[in-house]
Every structure is written in C-alpha cells, then in structure tokens.
C-alpha cells in the first residue's frame, strides 16, 4: 500500500497521516469481519432457498435509498438541518414514519410489479443451482 491515491484538500486532511503498518491493520480488520459475513450475502440466502437473488437486491437497494432520518442522509436534509438548526434527534423521530413507509410500500410494489416489469425474476439463475 502506498497511500491516498488523491491528495487531500482541507488542512485537518494535510497533518493527518496514516502509516502504512495501520493502514495493514485496517484491512486486515475490514477482511476478517467481511469473511465472517461472507454466508450472509443476498447471493448466498438465494442459493440456499433455490430463489433469483435480484429479489433481494432489488428490494435491499431500493428500500436503503430512502434517507429520511438522518442529516445526512441527503443533501436536502442536511440544508434544512443546518439552516434551521433542528436537532438530529428531532430529525430521527421526524424521518421515521416516512422511512418505515417506504421500506413497506417498496417491498410490496416490488412483489406485485417487479415480475412484471422484468420478468426473469420468475425464473432461477443456472449458477444459483
């Protein structure tokens, strides 16, 4: 490993350096939790119940685009947070009715109309067998 691959801007980014033995160490931390997660991966659920894994990825990724909780989740909620100086707390509590909301309505839409709109979600991928 030799570094940053793009040079930092900000002067807070300038002073702080990371040596290569942390930056080992760092990796070395992120493959070991990212092994013990390996059988829980949508592609691997799929293979296990014989189902078209896009089910689950489709459904993951959608339901995860909605940030409605979280400053920054957005940028849009980040402007509002700042400019009116609302509590992130108050955000949460906010953004939860909508969050919920959404994760349930795109599940649901994504069982009736995704078979519709692609229509190989019906059938088993060669390779999950």
């Given amino acids: 490993m030799k ?3 793009v040079k930092p801007t900000s002067a807070a980014a300038k002073r702080s350096y990371v040596t290569p033995q942390g930056q080992a160490a760092a990796k070395a931390a992120v493959d070991a939790s990212w ?3 390996g059988g829980i991966t949508f592609w691997e659920y799929a293979k296990q119940i014989n189902r078209n894994p896009m089910w689950y990825c489709l459904a993951g990724g959608l339901s995860s685009s909605y940030c409605f909780m979280m400053p920054v989740g957005t940028p849009g909620n980040l402007v ?9 707390s108050k955000m949460m509590v906010a953004g939860a009715g909508p969050t919920v909301c959404t994760v349930i309505l795109t599940w649901f839409f994504l069982y009736f109309w995704a078979p519709i709109i692609w229509p190989d979600l019906t059938t088993v991928p060669f390779w999950v067998n």
């Fill in 3 to 5: 570094g940053l691959l």
């Fill in 80 to 88: 509002v947070q700042s400019s009116a100086s609302i509590a992130t």
């Fill in 35 to 37: 092994k013990k997660l």
